[in-house]
């Protein structure tokens, strides 16, 4: 099955900078790349998501690359913000439904 | 839109005791999803359901399992016997429908058993 690796585990960084989270994929045919953000004591929630025929995808501070070649794909949050304090998850799928998690990021934005 | 409602949001039960979950997915979604969060396994898909119907429930851990769907605003999750393995958090999650809709997740049920 898919396997999908997630780095770092945990990420700080100062109000204002960027954040960058990296995902790898082992399955070739898999071709939705959805990242959801999980709030203490919340389910997760879709903050981007991209496709396999799309390289780049961006909302507002929040952009999501994807390499099918290299097989990997990355968040990038630009202009952290205190609320952007969670853990995040990227997520592969096949056929869209059968999502495999990534072992999540905990990012812990400093004021 | 209420979004998916979950209950009980927390559950504390001895082991060898019966557990029910139960979701209510957003109304006019036709896809359902369980899935279980641990600190060891994180994320999991447990079992999906399509028009009320489970099209996958590979992700089942065992006999001890069973999720039902009665109608389209109504899924259950049972364990019988429970265990302490099967501490975590479970998730339900719906969608619009399959190729390419978002999953909006519920705010889960933290399950404990002693």
Known sequence: ?111 | DAGVIQSPRHEVTEMGQEVTLRCKPISGHNSLFWYRQTMMRGLELLIYFNNNVPIDDSGMPEDRFSAKMPNASFSTLKIQPSEPRDSAVYFCASSLGVIGETQYFGPGTRLLVL
């Open chain 1, 1 to 111: 099955g898919e396997n999908v690796e997630q780095h770092p585990s945990t990420l700080s960084v100062q109000e204002g900078d960027s954040a960058v989270i990296k995902c790898t994929y082992s399955d070739s045919a898999s071709n939705y790349f959805p990242w959801y953000k999980q709030e203490l004591g919340k389910g997760p929630q879709l903050i981007i998501d991209i496709r396999s025929n799309v390289g780049e995808k961006k909302d507002q501070r929040i952009a999501v690359t994807l390499n099918k070649t290299a097989k990997h794909f990355s968040l990038h949050i630009t202009e952290t913000q205190p609320e952007d304090s969670a853990v995040y998850f990227c997520a592969a799928s096949i056929n869209d439904y059968k999502l495999s998690f990534g072992a999540g990021t905990t990012v812990t934005v400093r004021a």
